[in-house]
């Protein structure tokens, strides 16, 4: 009787220890420096980290160096394959301050194709969505190829062959298409631009309240303008 008591009661304190190990864990308050958030085969998902362990650039299991460091969350996909982030900062230095705020999504195997920023130098301050169309190249095989030409000895022939490569004939690696800001000049703005990245619609209201549409050609020049 007494067996049967003690397997019975062994039985109930390890489901209960089962059930207790499966209920959700509950903090009032927790302070940490990172958080990582995975899968349950350990990809990594999501981190929340401070800026002292901002994790580097990580692309296909290599670290590159060079992020800046910043406090933030920074987005993984399926493949644990960096896909977008957001960061924040501010401070006050030698009395100028300077302050931002991004949310950004990122291209397949690329950098940032979707962007909501807001960036404030000291009053100058600018906000706003950007649209970016990215090069169908891997950004690994991007980085390799911007450390080579920035090996070669410093001058025009290294400045030709870097802008001859971003143009990528014809194909620029980055373009800016759509872009709906709030500008330095207090103008609020919406451009239209071209697969080259240049502007060829814009929609303006400025800081006196004056509204107007501009057509421009792919110089820059404005080749038509409608005001109210």
């Known amino acids: 009787m007494i067996t049967k008591i003690a397997m ?8 209960a220890a089962w059930h207790k190990a499966n209920e959700p864990t509950r903090f009032q308050e927790i302070s940490v420096e990172r958080i990582n958030l995975v899968e349950p085969d ?11 362990r901002s994790p580097g650039w990580v692309f296909h299991g290599k670290l590159y160096p060079g992020r800046p460091k910043g406090a933030g969350m920074i987005f993984f996909n399926d493949e644990g394959e960096e896909d977008g982030g957001m960061g924040f900062g501010g401070s006050t230095r030698d009395g100028k301050f300077g302050a931002y ?20 130098e000291n009053g100058q301050k600018r906000e706003g969505l950007f649209l970016t169309d990215r090069a169908n ?14 090996a ?14 971003a143009y990528n004939n014809g194909h620029p690696l980055a373009a800016t298409r759509v872009a709906v800001d709030r500008d330095a000049s207090k103008s609020a703005v919406v451009s239209l631009a071209d697969p080259q990245g240049r502007p060829r619609l814009r929609l303006a209201v400025d800081s006196t309240g004056a509204a107007s549409i501009q057509f421009l050609d792919g110089e820059g020049h404005v080749t038509k303008s409608v005001t109210p």
């Open 8 to 15: 019975a009661l062994t039985a109930g304190l390890a489901f």
């Open 42 to 52: 350990g990809k990594l998902r999501l981190t929340i980290s401070d800026a002292a």
């Open 101 to 120: 705020g991004s949310l950004s999504f990122d291209q397949y195997n690329q950098d940032e194709t979707v962007k909501l920023t807001y960036q404030d």
């Open 137 to 150: 190249i891997p950004i690994t095989d991007m980085i390799a190829k911007q450390d080579s030409l920035r």
């Open 152 to 165: 070669l000895p410093a001058g025009p022939a290294r400045d030709s062959a870097i802008k001859a490569w």
